[in-house]
């Protein structure tokens, strides 16, 4: 797979996956998923819609905010 095309929605339900930031990196889950990646400006043109949570537990992906995409 190339670079996946990343969106953050503000609804849970329209998101394939939950991500969570973590402090350190022997936190990080499913990064594989986003990583590369690249964030797009709209909704159509992405490969893989997230949304942002704000515990852990609820994450399907665990991600450094550094290794994010942007």
């Known amino acids: 797979m190339g670079k996946a095309k990343v969106f953050i929605v503000t609804q849970e ?6 991500v969570f930031f973590v402090d350190q990196s022997y936190k990080e889950k499913n990064t594989q998923l986003l ?3 690249e964030l797009v400006r709209q909704e159509y043109q992405a490969d893989v819609k997230v949304f942002i949570v704000d515990q852990g537990y609820k994450a399907d992906i665990k991600i ?4 994010f995409p942007n």
Not at 13 to 18: C, G, H, M, R, V
């Open 13 to 18: 339900y329209k998101a394939k996956y939950k």
């Open 35 to 37: 990583v590369p990646g």
């Open 64 to 67: 450094m905010r550094k290794h």
